[in-house]
C-alpha cells in the first residue's frame, strides 16, 4: 500500500487504513493492465493498445449505472477467465484499487493488503484489467455516475472471487485523493 495510515477500529469494525490515490500513468498501472487513451483515427495497433481476451464466453459491452457509496474497500475482486474494461461515461475522473493477478491459477489465492494500489483516473482514459487483477471500485465523487464496462455476458455469475480484506485482515482502505493527504 502506497503511503498507508493507520487508524482504529472499533469493536467489531475494521481498522480504516487510509490509501492515497496515485495519478494513473501507464508505467505505474502495467502491472494491473493497460491504459486506454485517445489516439488519431487511423493508427494501426500497437503497443499503445489494450491486450484483451473475451474469448471465454460471449462478450458483454453495457453502460453499467453505479450509486456514490463512501470509497472504501472492505472486499476486493477479481475475474480470473476475462479481461474487464471500464470508463466512465461523461468525462469525469474515478478511482480504482488494484492489486496484482498473482496466483492467477489458484483459485484459493488472496492479494496482500500491501501489494494493494489505489489509482486516480482522469475522465477520458480508460482501463483494461488483465486476467486475475484484483480491484475495487470504480470509485467517483458526487451521488451517480455511470461507466462503460466490457467483460464476459456471465462474468458476475461464473467468475467473480472476493478476497474479504475486513474478515480476512481485520481492515479496510479508505481511498484518498492526492490533494488530501
Known amino acids: ?5 493507520p487508524a482504529t477500529g472499533t469493536p467489531g469494525e475494521p481498522a480504516v487504513i487510509d490509501l492515497r490515490l496515485d495519478p494513473v500513468s501507464r508505467e505505474a ?5 493497460d491504459l486506454i487513451e485517445a489516439s488519431e483515427d487511423g493508427v494501426p495497433f500497437g503497443a499503445q493498445d489494450a491486450r484483451l481476451d473475451l474469448s471465454g464466453g ?3 459491452f453495457y453502460i453499467m449505472r453505479l450509486h456514490g457509496k463512501p470509497p472504501v474497500v472492505r472486499r ?3 475475474h480470473r477467465n476475462v479481461t474487464q474494461c471500464l470508463a466512465s461515461v461523461g468525462g469525469r475522473p474515478w478511482f ?3 492489486a496484482a493477478p498473482d496466483g492467477l491459477d489458484d483459485p ?3 492479494p496482500s493488503p500491501d501489494g494493494i494500489r489505489g489509482f486516480l483516473i482522469p475522465g477520458d482514459v480508460a482501463v483494461a484489467l488483465r486476467k486475475g487483477t484484483w480491484h475495487a471500485g470504480p470509485f467517483f465523487e458526487g451521488d451517480e455516475l455511470s461507466f ?7 462474468t458476475n455469475e461464473v467468475d467473480h472471487h472476493n478476497a474479504h480484506l475486513d474478515r480476512r485482515h481485520g481492515i479496510a482502505l479508505r481511498l484518498v485523493p ?4
Do not use: H
Open 178 to 181: 492526492p490533494s488530501t493527504t
Open 58 to 60: 460471449t462478450p458483454r
Open 96 to 98: 480504482l484499487a488494484v
Open 76 to 78: 476486493i475482486t477479481r
Open 29 to 33: 498501472f502495467a502491472p494491473f493492465g
Open 148 to 154: 462503460f464496462n466490457l467483460e464476459l455476458s456471465d
Open 108 to 110: 484459493a489465492a488472496e
Open 1 to 5: 500500500m502506497t503511503n498507508p495510515t
